[in-house]
């Protein structure tokens, strides 16, 4: 099972940028759909972006869309989330996650993730 640790999280203000990265031990990322969740205080976990590996493919909910990228770096096992003009709505817990032999057709759904990391905390906040 790929291991998963998320970090880049912080406080910062509207219209300030953060770039999170997702580490992947053990394993390569080849055959994995890799996607960004968040959670906030009291809200459902609700997927961000996902990443699909076996053409490149991505998905961005609407609320970030425009805003967030994210990316790989197959040589570091690497995946980012580059998140720009963050929101005070943004302020959540960001996890990355995997699902082994899957693809992406949206930003997928928790229970369609089978790896978890630990999470980052972004607060944004003026």
């Known amino acids: 099972q790929v291991q998963l640790v998320e970090s880049g999280g912080g406080l910062v203000q509207p219209g300030e940028s953060l770039r999170l990265s997702c580490a992947a031990s053990k394993f390569t990322l080849d055959y994995y759909a890799i996607g960004w969740f968040r959670q906030a205080p009291g809200k459902e976990r609700e997927g961000v972006s996902c990443?699909?590996?076996?053409?490149?493919?991505?998905y961005y909910v609407d609320s970030v869309k425009g805003r967030f990228a994210i990316s790989r770096d197959n040589a570091k096992n690497m995946v980012y989330l580059q998140m720009n003009s963050l929101k005070p709505e943004d302020t959540a817990v960001y996890y990355c996650?995997?699902?082994?032999?899957?693809?992406?057709?949206?930003?997928?759904?928790?229970?369609?993730?089978?790896?978890w990391g630990q999470g980052t905390q972004v607060t944004v906040s003026s």
């Open positions: 990443f699909s590996s076996s053409d490149g493919s991505t």
């Open positions: 996650a995997t699902a082994y032999g899957r693809w992406c057709d949206g930003v997928g759904r928790p229970t369609d993730f089978s790896s």
